[in-house]
């Protein structure tokens, strides 16, 4: 099993430009999160979804939108980049609301 | 107010010793739970160890275990027989309720330095 995947490792945008992040889970797991991590700060919620086809928004929505087409990938979108979205992310997934979360490995983004 | 505090700095530890990481949380629900999760230099975030507001038992997980004062909102983790690999930043977070809308919120973390 991979568990959580996440694509790209890497990403260097100029402001403005859009990009989507892919989460891939294979653990059959209903939920699933994206974060951002900042110095400092910790983790923060920026969406999450509690099955296929569900999306809801977290502690840090804006300038984000988020896709559960399919169970096992959620999909983070930028519209239009800012220097406040360099950042990394991390995407986790969990079977069931409120157990353990397991991470992908991040992805470390910049906007310049 | 934050949900989850963890204000040592940094921390320090010598290799084969134990040491605890502080954290407090805040919280109105009866229903909720502690997680500690570690972030090595090479970023992955590792589950460590998860504790329950109803187990009445501390939780132990090999060299790992929870040291859970619920009247003092407390979660500390104490590392047994400290490793050069437990040198990381160590992430103490909080779910309320449950269900659906249950969610993580996440302390700012501690750095742990074990010397050899």
């Known amino acids: 099993n991979a568990g959580v995947t996440q694509t790209p490792k890497f990403r260097v945008l100029k402001t403005g430009q859009s990009m989507t992040l892919l989460c891939a889970q294979d653990?059959?797991?209903?939920?699933m999160y994206w974060y951002r991590q900042d110095p400092g700060m910790g983790l923060r919620l920026i969406h999450y979804?509690?099955?296929?086809?569900?999306?809801a928004k977290g502690e840090v929505p804006d300038g984000y939108n988020v896709s559960r087409l399919k169970k096992q990938n959620f999909l983070l979108g930028l519209e239009s980049a800012a220097p406040s979205q360099t950042s990394v992310y991390f995407c986790?997934?969990?079977?069931?609301?409120?157990?353990?979360?397991?991470f992908g490995p991040g992805t470390r983004l910049t906007v310049t | 107010a934050q949900k989850i505090t963890q204000t040592q700095p940094g921390m320090f530890v010598q290799e084969k010793e134990a040491v605890t990481l502080d954290c407090t949380y805040d919280?109105?629900?009866?229903?909720?739970?502690l997680f500690w999760y570690k972030q090595p230099s090479s970023g992955e975030m590792i589950f460590l160890i998860y504790?329950?507001?109803?187990?009445?038992q501390n939780a132990t997980e090999g060299r790992y275990s929870l040291n859970f004062q619920k009247a003092r909102k407390s979660a500390n983790l104490v590392i047994s027989a400290s490793q050069l690999g437990d040198s990381a930043m160590y992430f103490c977070?909080?779910?309320?309720?449950?269900?659906?809308?249950?969610?993580?919120?996440f302390g700012k973390g501690i750095t742990l330095s074990v010397r050899p």
């Open positions: 919280t109105s629900d009866q229903s909720y739970g």
């Open positions: 986790a997934s969990s079977y069931f609301g409120g157990l353990e979360q397991y």
């Open positions: 979804s509690v099955g296929e086809g569900t999306t």
């Open positions: 504790q329950g507001s109803y187990d009445e």
């Open positions: 977070a909080m779910r309320e309720g449950a269900g659906a809308n249950s969610k993580l919120t």
């Open positions: 653990m059959n797991h209903e939920y």
